[in-house]
């Protein structure tokens, strides 16, 4: 079966800093698709950034981009200038090419620093 | 547009009583899908809907468990003879297809009394 493992529970950063999150999954699956999501307060899950495992480009949305190393099963989330709106749980997900379920990280919670 | 829609926001049950969970999907959205997350969790697959089939309910954690799905759009999750265990936020997500991504709902709130 598929994981996604998330080895930072908690993280921190000073506002207008730069912060990686960290994320591994283990497959064996060639395709898949990898994503970040966003979970504020307010409970609803917003989607961040989508990665294909078939490109060998970082997606990169503003100030979010990934850093994609797909022998390493690693998929860490940079943001950069962080803002104090990017505060929330970050969780990375995994989906199979041919299957339709996410599976999820369990998550890191960021906080910003004014 | 219109999100995907839950209700209620909360819900407070005594242990041992039924509850149903409800989600409109956005509208178009032919997949759909239930996760549980449990506080301070990462999100647990329950069930997942093409249309009105389930194709995968592997995440079903026992029989008192069960959804269904009318005319590929609202889809209704029961949970009977609730546990305290079953306290959770349920949340329910569609997409429009195989490869986008998943738009959530707010989920529901379940406190088990």
């Known amino acids: 079966a598929q994981t996604v493992t998330q080895s930072q529970p908690e993280m921190s950063v000073q506002e207008a800093e730069t912060v990686t999150l960290s994320c591994t999954y283990d497959t064996s699956e060639s395709d898949y698709y990898l994503f970040w999501y966003k979970q504020p307060p307010s409970r609803q899950m917003i989607l961040v950034i989508r990665?294909?495992?078939?490109?060998?480009q970082n997606a990169t949305e503003n100030r979010f981009s990934v850093n994609f190393q797909k022998a390493a099963k690693s998929f860490s989330l940079k943001i950069s200038d962080s803002q104090l709106g990017d505060a929330a749980m970050y969780f990375c997900a995994y989906r199979r090419q041919v299957a339709q379920k996410l599976v999820f990280g369990q998550g890191t919670r960021l906080t910003i620093n004014p | 547009g219109a999100g995907v829609s839950q209700s209620p926001s909360n819900k407070v049950t005594e242990k041992g009583k039924d509850v149903e969970l409800r989600c409109d999907p956005i509208s178009g959205h032919t997949a759909l899908y239930w996760y549980r997350q449990s506080l301070g969790q990462g999100l647990e697959f329950l069930i997942y809907f093409q249309g009105n089939s389930a194709p995968d309910k592997s995440g079903l954690p026992s029989d008192r468990f069960s959804a269904e799905r009318t005319g590929g759009s609202v889809s209704t999750l029961t949970i009977q003879r609730t546990q305290q265990e079953d306290s959770a936020v349920y949340l329910c997500?569609?997409?429009?297809?195989?490869?986008?991504?998943?738009?959530f709902g707010n989920g529901t709130r379940l406190t088990v009394t």
């Open positions: 997500a569609s997409s429009p297809g195989a490869g986008s991504p998943l738009h």
């Open positions: 990665q294909e495992a078939y490109k060998q």
